[in-house]
C-alpha cells in the first residue's frame, strides 16, 4: 500500500461517526468508507465487518494485542493494525470504531446449566439463596395461589445453609402453605431438594422407603419418618417421576438463559448435564438458526436425573444424531459425591465429629471404585470426553485412579477428562493432573471468604476449609485449567466478572466480607484470562475454531466498557459488556 493510499485509509477510519449496528451507540460509531480502489480489492478477501482503533487482546500464543480486526463470514479473515486492516475495506464493509475499547475472545463457560436455569425464571417459583425462611414461605403462598389445584409446583433455590439455622427446612413448613399441590424445591447446591407431604405421598416416599445407592432420605430422629428433605441421588430420582415440559419450554429455557449469559460475554458454553429433552432442544435450536452460541453437551451417565439409565444409554448410542454445527455431543457427566456441607463428599480424613455421625465419618461415593473404573475404561474407548463430579479429596483420587486405569487399557486415547470443581485436591494428587492429562474444572465464584466457608469449617474444620482450590499449585504443576460458573446451581448469575477478580485477588470482589482464602494460591490475570478462553476451548475440543482471536477462527469476542489490565484489580469484576459477537453476529449490546 502506498503512502498516500495509507493516509487516505487513516483519514477514513478516523472519520467513522456513524453508530454501527453490529454494536450499541455507547461502544462503537460507524461510517462505510469509500470504496478501495480495485487494485487492491482484488488481491484480498473484503471484510463484512472491521473493528478499529481498539486494544485488541488476542490471547494467541503470545497474548499479542492488536488496533483492528475483520471478518467475513462470520470468521476473522485479519488481525492487526488500522493499515493492515485496510486493504480488506471497501464500501460494502460495515466499519465500527472501538474508541480504544478492550476487545477480548469471548468467555468459555465449561460448566453451566442453561436448561435449569431458564426453567427456574422462566416456569418455577424461584426465589434468590439469601432470602430466610418467611421469605420463601411468602412466594410459596403467591405461588400457589395462581397453580391450579393437584398441579406440582417447582421451585428453588433455598440455602443449603438453612439446614444449619435454627429454623431447619421441614415438609411441616410447605404443608402449612399448602396441601393441595405438590411441591418440589430444589436447594443452591442442586444436591438437595425440600418436599411437602402430599410430594411424598405421590412419589410414595415413606418410613419404609430406602435409601436409594448415592443418596438420602433425611428422616425424623426419633423415628424413621421423611422430614421432606431428599440428598443426592434420593432428590434426582424424584425428577424422574415429576411431569416434563413442553419441547417448546424446553427451547425457551435454553434462549432465555443464552441470552443472560451474552449479557456478560459468554460465547460457549459446556452444559454440565443433559438429558434426552435437552439434547432435542439443543439440536432443533441449531437447526432453526437460533442457537447462538457453541455448545458442548454433557449426557448424563448414571445420574438418574431426568432420563433413566436405559435412556441415558439411548441417548450415548444416538448422540450423533442431536449433533449439529454448534453442537458437539461427545461429552459425558458422571456424579461421584455429594459436596462437603452435607456431608456426602467422599473425604480422605473424616468430617468433624457430630452426634450423628460420630468422629470417623468420611462421607460416600455415589459410584464404587470398582464401578467407576469400569464405565471409565468403557466410556474412554468411545473417544468420549468425561467430566467426574468430585467435590472431597476421596473422590478427586477415585476419579483420577479411574482415568488412570482407563489410560492403561486404551493407551490410545487422546481424551482430556475433567474433575469438575477441584476444589479439595490432596497435595500427592495435584502432579497426577499433569501426568495423567487431565482437566481441572475450577468454579471461580467459591474462592473468596463468605458464608459457604463458614459452613464448610463446621463439617471438615477450619484449615482444611481455609485450603479449598489449589489453583496455582496446579498451575504450577502444568495442569489444564478451565472455568465453569455452576450457574444456577450456586451462583445466582452466570457473570465470571467477579470470578476473574476473585481469582487474582483471592478476595470477596463485592467487598462484603474482609480477608483472603488462601492468598498463596492467587493468579496472574493474563493466565487467568487464558482459563477462562481459550483453555475452556481446548477442553471443548474447539481450540482450532475459537477461544482467541486469530485469521481462521469464528468472530466470537467481547467488547468491554474498560481494559483490565489497566484498572485496579479490585474493580475488575465491576467489568460490563458493551457488546458480544458470535460468529460475526452481534447477540447482545449493551444499553449503556
Same mark, same amino acid.
Given at each position: 500500500?502506498?503512502?498516500?493510499?495509507?493516509?487516505?485509509?487513516?483519514?477514513?477510519?478516523?472519520?467513522?461517526?456513524?453508530? !454501527?449496528?453490529? /454494536?450499541?451507540?455507547?461502544?462503537? !460509531?460507524?461510517?462505510?468508507?469509500?470504496?478501495?480502489? =480495485?487494485?487492491?480489492?482484488?488481491?484480498?478477501?473484503?471484510?463484512?465487518? &472491521?473493528?478499529?482503533?481498539?486494544?485488541? %487482546?488476542?490471547?494467541?500464543?503470545?497474548?499479542?494485542? &492488536?488496533?483492528?480486526?475483520?471478518?467475513?463470514?462470520?470468521?476473522?479473515?485479519?488481525?492487526?493494525?488500522?493499515?493492515?486492516?485496510?486493504?480488506?475495506?471497501?464500501?460494502?464493509?460495515?466499519?465500527?470504531?472501538?474508541?480504544?475499547?478492550?476487545?477480548?475472545?469471548?468467555?468459555?463457560?465449561?460448566?453451566?446449566?442453561?436448561?435449569?436455569?431458564?426453567?427456574? %425464571?422462566?416456569?418455577?417459583?424461584?426465589?434468590?439463596?439469601?432470602?430466610?425462611?418467611?421469605?420463601?414461605?411468602?412466594?410459596?403462598?403467591?405461588?400457589?395461589?395462581?397453580?391450579?389445584?393437584?398441579?406440582?409446583?417447582?421451585?428453588?433455590?433455598?440455602?443449603?445453609?438453612?439446614?444449619?439455622?435454627?429454623?431447619?427446612?421441614?415438609? @411441616?413448613? +410447605?404443608?402449612?402453605?399448602?396441601?393441595?399441590? #405438590?411441591? %418440589? $424445591?430444589?436447594?443452591?447446591?442442586?444436591?438437595?431438594?425440600?418436599?411437602?407431604?402430599?410430594?411424598?405421598?405421590?412419589?410414595?416416599?415413606?418410613?419404609?422407603?430406602?435409601?436409594?445407592?448415592?443418596?438420602?432420605?433425611?428422616?425424623?430422629?426419633?423415628?424413621?419418618?421423611?422430614?421432606?428433605?431428599?440428598?443426592?441421588?434420593? &432428590?434426582?430420582?424424584?425428577?424422574?417421576?415429576?411431569?416434563? *415440559?413442553?419441547?417448546?419450554?424446553?427451547?425457551?429455557?435454553?434462549?432465555?438463559?443464552?441470552?443472560?449469559?451474552?449479557?456478560?460475554?459468554?460465547?460457549?458454553?459446556?452444559?454440565?448435564?443433559?438429558? !434426552?429433552?435437552?439434547?432435542?432442544? *439443543?439440536?432443533?435450536?441449531?437447526?432453526?438458526?437460533?442457537?447462538?452460541?457453541?455448545?458442548?453437551?454433557?449426557?448424563?451417565?448414571?445420574?438418574?436425573?431426568?432420563?433413566?439409565?436405559?435412556?441415558?444409554?439411548?441417548? /450415548?448410542?444416538?448422540?450423533?444424531?442431536?449433533? !449439529?454445527?454448534?453442537?458437539?455431543?461427545?461429552?459425558? @457427566?458422571?456424579?461421584?459425591?455429594?459436596?462437603?456441607?452435607?456431608?456426602?463428599?467422599?473425604?480422605?480424613?473424616?468430617?468433624? #465429629?457430630?452426634?450423628?455421625?460420630?468422629?470417623?465419618?468420611?462421607?460416600?461415593?455415589?459410584?464404587?471404585?470398582?464401578? +467407576?473404573?469400569?464405565?471409565?475404561?468403557? $466410556?474412554?474407548?468411545?473417544?468420549?470426553?468425561?467430566?467426574?463430579?468430585?467435590?472431597?479429596?476421596? &473422590?478427586?483420587? /477415585?476419579?483420577?485412579?479411574?482415568?488412570?486405569?482407563?489410560?492403561?487399557?486404551?493407551?490410545?486415547?487422546?481424551?482430556?477428562?475433567?474433575?469438575?470443581?477441584?476444589? +479439595?485436591?490432596?497435595?500427592?494428587?495435584?502432579?497426577?493432573? @499433569?501426568?495423567?492429562?487431565?482437566?481441572?474444572?475450577?468454579?471461580?465464584?467459591?474462592?473468596?471468604?463468605?458464608?459457604?466457608?463458614?459452613?464448610?469449617?463446621? /463439617?471438615?474444620?477450619?484449615?482444611?476449609?481455609?485450603?479449598?482450590?489449589?489453583?496455582?499449585?496446579?498451575?504450577?504443576?502444568?495442569?489444564?485449567?478451565?472455568?465453569?460458573?455452576?450457574? #444456577?446451581?450456586?451462583?445466582? =448469575?452466570?457473570?465470571?466478572?467477579?470470578?476473574?477478580?476473585?481469582?487474582?485477588?483471592?478476595?470477596?470482589?463485592?467487598?462484603?466480607?474482609?480477608?483472603?482464602?488462601?492468598?498463596?494460591?492467587?493468579?496472574? $490475570?493474563?493466565?487467568?484470562?487464558?482459563?477462562?478462553?481459550?483453555?475452556?476451548?481446548?477442553?471443548?475440543?474447539?481450540?482450532?475454531?475459537?477461544?482467541? $482471536?486469530?485469521?481462521?477462527?469464528?468472530?466470537?469476542?467481547?467488547?468491554?466498557?474498560?481494559?483490565?489490565?489497566?484498572?485496579?484489580?479490585?474493580?475488575?469484576?465491576?467489568?460490563?459488556?458493551?457488546?458480544?459477537?458470535?460468529?460475526?453476529?452481534?447477540? *447482545?449490546?449493551?444499553?449503556?
Amino acid at each position: 500500500m502506498t503512502s498516500a493510499l495509507r493516509h487516505i485509509a487513516t483519514r477514513l477510519y478516523r472519520l467513522t461517526v456513524v453508530v !454501527s449496528s453490529v /454494536v450499541s451507540i455507547s461502544a462503537c !460509531s460507524s461510517e462505510a468508507p469509500p470504496k478501495v480502489p =480495485d487494485t487492491q480489492a482484488t488481491s484480498v478477501t473484503i471484510a463484512d465487518a &472491521a473493528y478499529i482503533d481498539g486494544s485488541i %487482546y488476542t490471547v494467541d500464543t503470545g497474548n499479542t494485542w &492488536a488496533e483492528a480486526i475483520a471478518i467475513a463470514g462470520g470468521k476473522i479473515i485479519a488481525v492487526g493494525s488500522n493499515e493492515e486492516i485496510a486493504k480488506h475495506v471497501d464500501s460494502t464493509t460495515e466499519v465500527s470504531n472501538l474508541n480504544q475499547r478492550m476487545v477480548m475472545p469471548g468467555i468459555h463457560d465449561m460448566h453451566v446449566h442453561p436448561r435449569e436455569a431458564g426453567e427456574k %425464571y422462566n416456569f418455577q417459583c424461584s426465589f434468590p439463596f439469601t432470602v430466610t425462611i418467611d421469605e420463601i414461605v411468602a412466594k410459596l403462598t403467591e405461588c400457589a395461589a395462581e397453580t391450579p389445584k393437584g398441579t406440582w409446583i417447582r421451585g428453588g433455590q433455598w440455602a443449603m445453609e438453612l439446614m444449619e439455622s435454627d429454623t431447619v427446612p421441614h415438609k @411441616k413448613i +410447605l404443608d402449612a402453605i399448602t396441601m393441595d399441590h #405438590p411441591i %418440589y $424445591l430444589g436447594d443452591s447446591t442442586v444436591h438437595g431438594a425440600w418436599l411437602n407431604s402430599r410430594a411424598l405421598e405421590e412419589l410414595k416416599i415413606d418410613k419404609d422407603t430406602v435409601n436409594p445407592p448415592g443418596g438420602v432420605i433425611i428422616r425424623e430422629p426419633d423415628s424413621s419418618e421423611p422430614t421432606g428433605i431428599l440428598i443426592d441421588n434420593a &432428590a434426582y430420582n424424584v425428577l424422574q417421576k415429576i411431569p416434563v *415440559y413442553t419441547s417448546e419450554q424446553y427451547q425457551t429455557a435454553l434462549e432465555w438463559s443464552m441470552r443472560e449469559m451474552h449479557k456478560v460475554g459468554v460465547t460457549s458454553i459446556k452444559d454440565a448435564q443433559v438429558d !434426552s429433552h435437552a439434547l432435542k432442544a *439443543y439440536n432443533s435450536l441449531d437447526k432453526t438458526n437460533r442457537l447462538s452460541m457453541k455448545v458442548s453437551t454433557s449426557i448424563g451417565w448414571n445420574v438418574s436425573w431426568t432420563d433413566t439409565s436405559e435412556q441415558e444409554k439411548e441417548n /450415548v448410542r444416538l448422540r450423533a444424531n442431536y449433533a !449439529s454445527e454448534n453442537v458437539n455431543t461427545d461429552f459425558i @457427566k458422571i456424579m461421584l459425591d455429594g459436596i462437603p456441607p452435607t456431608r456426602t463428599a467422599a473425604m480422605l480424613e473424616p468430617y468433624v #465429629p457430630d452426634t450423628k455421625h460420630g468422629d470417623q465419618f468420611l462421607g460416600k461415593l455415589i459410584h464404587s471404585p470398582e464401578k +467407576l473404573t469400569e464405565d471409565m475404561i468403557y $466410556l474412554d474407548s468411545q473417544d468420549l470426553t468425561v467430566k467426574i463430579h468430585a467435590t472431597g479429596d476421596r &473422590a478427586v483420587r /477415585v476419579a483420577l485412579d479411574a482415568i488412570e486405569a482407563a489410560r492403561k487399557a486404551n493407551p490410545g486415547s487422546s481424551m482430556m477428562h475433567e474433575i469438575s470443581h477441584s476444589e +479439595l485436591i490432596h497435595p500427592d494428587d495435584i502432579p497426577r493432573f @499433569k501426568e495423567l492429562n487431565v482437566v481441572a474444572e475450577l468454579s471461580p465464584i467459591l474462592w473468596y471468604p463468605q458464608p459457604l466457608v463458614e459452613v464448610m469449617a463446621q /463439617v471438615i474444620g477450619r484449615d482444611r476449609a481455609n485450603r479449598f482450590w489449589p489453583i496455582k499449585s496446579l498451575h504450577e504443576a502444568g495442569a489444564h485449567l478451565i472455568y465453569g460458573s455452576d450457574w #444456577p446451581s450456586v451462583v445466582p =448469575d452466570p457473570n465470571p466478572w467477579p470470578g476473574i477478580e476473585a481469582m487474582v485477588t483471592r478476595r470477596d470482589p463485592y467487598g462484603t466480607t474482609p480477608g483472603e482464602l488462601w492468598p498463596e494460591q492467587a493468579m496472574d $490475570l493474563a493466565t487467568t484470562i487464558r482459563i477462562f478462553t481459550i483453555n475452556g476451548a481446548v477442553a471443548a475440543k474447539s481450540a482450532s475454531t475459537t477461544g482467541s $482471536l486469530e485469521v481462521g477462527k469464528s468472530a466470537d469476542f467481547i467488547i468491554l466498557d474498560r481494559n483490565v489490565f489497566q484498572i485496579p484489580v479490585e474493580d475488575i469484576g465491576d467489568t460490563r459488556v458493551v457488546s458480544t459477537v458470535a460468529s460475526g453476529k452481534a447477540v *447482545y449490546s449493551s444499553p449503556l
